[in-house]
């Protein structure tokens, strides 16, 4: 819970600190530098053909573009 509460004061720290969605992008960031390495040594690669690459891909595009 204090983990929790003190999110909260953080986020209002950097939201003073930064423009709103460059804080986003930050803590986005952040989370995938510590999420991805570790997924990787958890799961190991992924195994997808091109196609599903490109699909993957587009689809995040378009997902980032109406979000």
Known sequence: MSIVGSSVV???LVVQSFPIFLANE????VAAIILIPL???IEGFSTLNRKELVAVFFTSVIRGVFI
């Open 10 to 12: 953080a986020g209002k």
């Open 26 to 29: 930050l803590r986005f960031l």
């Open 39 to 41: 997924w990787i040594k």
